[in-house]
């Protein structure tokens, strides 16, 4: 799968999602220009072939990072939310609205027990990772 996602300067950043060993056997320009004209023809034109071949070639591949922990909490001393609790994978579009979530979820908590701090961190770390882990495995699933 490949993406590209718009930038202030009104240029793009392209990302390309494949397994690691495939990335490998790409190791010529060639080798590179039939893999693309194979599965994305519609791109060369966009990109340039000097450029895709520079781009390509100038990084290298890197891991998806997913994190589902708990709990979230310290006791009553600290809590992660957002990306520190919970970062998934960007193939559902739902990681920012999944944090945004935990601030809503916090405010709840903290009028339904009174800014009771202990027992705001507790139940929002006991309740919200089945949430958490699910949009995880979606955003998975989906890519």
């Not at 790409?26 to 072939?49: A, N, R």
């Not at 100038?58 to 990306?83: E, F, H, M, Q």
Request: aromatic share 14%; with cysteine.
């Amino acid at each position: 799968m490949m993406i590209a996602l718009p930038n202030q300067d009104c240029s793009w950043t392209v990302t390309l999602f494949m397994p690691f060993k495939n990335f490998k056997e790409i190791d010529t320009d060639e080798k590179l220009m039939i893999f693309f004209q194979k599965y994305f023809p519609d791109s060369i034109p966009l990109i340039g072939e000097k450029k895709l071949i520079e781009d390509f070639f100038g990084g290298s591949p890197s891991p998806l990072v997913a994190v589902k922990c708990r709990p979230y909490n310290v006791v009553d001393k600290a809590l992660i939310i957002g990306d520190a609790a919970h970062a998934v994978v960007p193939f559902y579009g739902q990681g920012m609205n999944a944090g945004f979530e935990d601030c809503y979820i916090l405010d709840e908590l903290f009028q339904k027990h009174h800014d009771n701090v202990a027992d705001i961190l507790q139940e929002f770390s006991d309740s919200r990772w089945k949430d958490a882990f699910a949009i995880s495995d979606l955003a998975m699933y989906n890519y």
